[in-house]
């Protein structure tokens, strides 16, 4: 494809949100259908497929998100992509060589996993065995297609790649309903149907991004390695590499210790939460990717000004959006996972445990938002550091309470760290990169919202009632009527939207 211009950041925003949204719907939508048939243990092993999937992004080492910043980079420069199809045969070398070693990886462990560290009563070892072994593949070939998406983020192509995602998780969701119910249930089928789509995925994927790569950049040699480029982002890599090897042990150790702890259908049952809260982070990603390729192409231009107006934009619809969605749950978390599971014991057991983990994601978000400043300079100096000291303490922690207290201490616990990340590591960045910026921000951007949709949220939880005896439909319909009205109110928190208000409000 030739050169696409400058594409539209509200565009982008609101197709990832369709995309995501779409995403984060169907997987609320199925999962209590795939509970009901497959069963709370068969679930239990999908829920282990997710967290392996997580914990074997550690594997990226960086790579993916190198890869988006050199594309990004590319296209705010004059010289534009001359050389870079020599980086990208090397990623393509070493994604592929990641992505078998990850497969023979599994392959090899699969039995001990099966019959040493999950808990099954019903599901037999070999049974087990086999579905991680074709775990292994997808999440292989999937690990492989996050290079062609994250050179689709880099040139902003959101647009064209959250109709494919569409199209791809409606084939993982809604096709494997179909299966279980018209063809089997047997969770063997379910995830010999997966793997079919891993290689769909990658097909797709792979093809659009040639087709978004300049016609200039062509190459011949599709086995060499260019060692020069890696020298030139290596540091970058390896910040990016290290941090996220730190942020996953954080974010899922817990959860790796709980698989171990809990047997395997209440771990389906606790796999519904990880997911809830999950969710509230998957909130903010289409935010990020949209905004993401912008900054960094403004600090190549040295427009520094503009680049701090739309971090300050960028920050306040996260934050609106992430921390709106997450006090709504915080306010009715009963109800919510009854309506998902339609079992008393879930909503009972894990109603206190939904609001740590959804209040310590979303604070996760908002302390966030500065790796993505750094990310646009292409400093990840202070961020390997503050992980690092934050790993030191955190770590031995997760395991102690983890394991003496379960998922409701590692819930507390994770929302611990993450206000203090948030309240301390921002400051620090800002000062770094953008000195006498974080105290406008923080009391003139940030906390008047978070005040007002907490405020919000009290008087909605003390006016609304749901009934959990209610019908499942009824609860739905609640929900969904008040989280509407509850974004659409808070939304006016935003800056820009507030101000956009005021203009209508003015011409009338």
Not at 63 to 86: D, E, H, M, P, Y
Not at 175 to 185: C, D, P, Q, V
Not at 237 to 242: R, V
Request: aromatic share 16%.
């Amino acid at each position: 494809m030739t050169s696409m211009g400058t594409p539209s950041i509200n565009l982008n925003v609101i197709a990832n949100y369709f995309g995501q949204g779409y995403t984060l719907a169907i997987a609320i939508i199925f999962t209590p259908l795939y509970l009901q048939y497959l069963g709370a243990e068969s679930y239990g092993l999908v829920g282990f497929f997710m967290m392996m999937q997580n914990w074997l992004n550690l594997l990226d080492m960086g790579l993916s998100a190198t890869f988006i910043r050199q594309v990004s980079f590319a296209r705010g420069k004059v010289s534009r992509f001359k050389k870079f199809i020599n980086l990208l045969r090397s990623f393509e070398i070493i994604f592929f060589a990641i992505a078998i070693s990850v497969v023979l990886g599994i392959y090899f462990t699969s039995d001990w996993l099966a019959y040493k560290w999950i808990k099954a009563i019903q599901l037999s070892p070999e049974i087990i065995s086999y579905c991680i072994s074709i775990m292994g593949i997808v999440v292989g070939l999937r690990f492989f297609s996050t290079l062609y998406r994250g050179g689709i983020v880099g040139f902003e192509d959101q647009i064209w790649l959250n109709k494919a995602l569409v199209v791809i998780n409606s084939l993982k969701y809604i096709g494997a309903f179909l299966i279980i119910i018209y063809i089997s249930n047997d969770i063997k089928l379910f995830f010999e149907y997966q793997l079919i789509i891993a290689f769909l995925e990658v097909g797709i994927l792979g093809r659009r991004f040639y087709f978004d790569l300049p016609p200039s950049v062509t190459s011949k040699n599709w086995f060499t390695l260019d060692w020069s480029f890696f020298r030139e982002v290596l540091p970058f890599s390896i910040s990016i590499a290290y941090t996220s090897a730190l942020q996953m042990i954080v974010s899922q150790f817990d959860k790796l210790l709980l698989s171990g702890l809990l047997a395997l259908n209440i771990f389906g049952y606790f796999s519904i939460i990880a997911i809830i809260s999950g969710g509230v982070i998957t909130l903010a990603v289409p935010i990020f990717i949209a905004f993401q390729p912008r900054l960094t192409m403004l600090v190549a231009r040295n427009s520094i000004d503009e680049m701090i107006s739309l971090y300050t934009e960028m920050t306040q619809i996260v934050i609106c959006i992430v921390f709106s969605s997450a006090m709504i749950i915080v306010a009715y978390p009963q109800e919510i996972l009854y309506l998902l599971t339609g079992d008393n014991r879930t909503y009972i057991w894990g109603g206190e445990v939904l609001k740590w983990y959804v209040l310590g994601s979303s604070v996760t978000v908002m302390g966030s938002c500065q790796y993505y400043l750094q990310n646009a300079f292409g400093k990840l100096r202070l961020y390997v550091i503050g992980l690092t000291l934050l790993l030191m303490v955190q770590a031995p922690l997760i395991y102690f309470v983890t394991t003496k207290y379960g998922a409701i201490g590692a819930g507390q616990l994770w929302f611990a760290f993450s206000l203090i990340w948030f309240l301390g590591f921002t400051l620090v960045v800002h000062n770094k990169f953008i000195p006498r910026f974080h105290f406008k921000w923080l009391f003139k951007d940030i906390l008047p919202m978070l005040l007002f949709i907490s405020m919000l949220a009290y008087i909605t939880k003390n006016s609304i009632h749901i009934d959990a005896s209610d019908s499942r439909m009824t609860i739905l319909l609640k929900l969904s009527i008040i989280s509407a009205c509850f974004l659409m109110v808070t939304s006016t928190s935003i800056a820009k939207v507030r101000n956009k208000l005021l203009k209508k409000v003015i011409r009338r």
